[in-house]
């Protein structure tokens, strides 16, 4: 068995994710209808209105935003067990004894945790698209948004993976992890540190960066961000593997 098919066999077959998972499904439900029908009643003072807000304005760009928030919580967890949890059962002793690379743990293992969190956004995904084509509204500006959805969380992943390989108690991986996030939140949203007009703390933030995509056009800085902080994130755990490995 990979590592790959490893890390899906204990996620998938884990009572607290799917717990989780069924959670954050009726969440994201709940609050796309209860978006639904709030546009539907003001729809009528949007009647009157020259520059009257789209569906997409109204109700699928604060929902993708919506998502992006319940994607902290699902990427603390998710990536904070991807290494915290191996100090128990000898985990870390059967990664020394592997025989794949340090390159191919890292892949295998990052692209089970995507799979993971993609499971749980997947229902969402599905239902912004169904809406997009039901409203006739125009597909780029959504696709680019859940474009830097994808991205955000490829790039939290990333992030909580990194602390976990630091970190030998799950969780408090998970609660670093967590409050890691939430600060870049937070920083998002923050006006301290504005300058001629522009706030640089902010740019630090990936939710800032991921905000960029509700434009039209491709926001190559963000685009850039996104990969390049994925690239270091991987190889400093690489590096911590390689460690780990010389250790034992």
């Not at 990979?2 to 499904?25: C, D, G, N």
């Not at 902290?72 to 067990?81: D, E, H, K, R, Y």
């Not at 006006?191 to 522009?198: C, D, F, N, R, V």
Request: charged share 5%.
């Amino acid at each position: 068995m990979t590592l790959y098919q490893s890390e899906l066999k204990y996620f998938l077959r884990s009572p607290v994710i799917w717990l989780i998972m069924s959670l954050t499904a009726f969440i994201s439900a709940w609050s796309f209808l209860l978006s639904i029908e709030l546009f539907t009643v003001l729809q009528v003072k949007f009647a009157g209105m020259s520059d009257a807000p789209t569906i997409t304005q109204g109700v699928i760009a604060p929902f993708i935003s919506s998502q992006a928030k319940i994607l902290v919580f699902i990427t603390a967890i998710i990536g904070g067990l991807s290494f915290a949890r191996l100090s128990h059962n000898n985990g870390w002793s059967l990664i020394h004894l592997s025989y794949f690379s340090e390159f191919k743990l890292v892949t295998q293992k990052y692209f089970a945790l995507l799979l993971v969190c993609l499971l749980f956004i997947l229902p969402s995904i599905l239902a912004v698209m169904s809406l997009t084509f039901i409203s006739g509204s125009q597909l780029l500006p959504i696709m680019m948004m859940l474009l830097g959805l994808l991205l955000l969380m490829l790039w939290m992943v990333a992030l909580t993976m990194m602390i976990s390989s630091f970190v030998n108690n799950s969780g408090f991986a998970i609660l670093l992890s967590l409050i890691v996030l939430m600060a870049l939140l937070l920083i998002s949203q923050s006006a301290i540190g504005a300058q001629w007009g522009k706030n640089w703390l902010q740019i630090l933030s990936p939710f800032y960066q991921f905000f960029q995509f509700s434009k039209n056009t491709v926001p190559l800085a963000s685009l850039g961000y996104f990969i390049f902080g994925i690239i270091i994130f991987l190889w400093v755990v690489k590096i911590r593997i390689v460690h780990k490995r010389l250790v034992l």
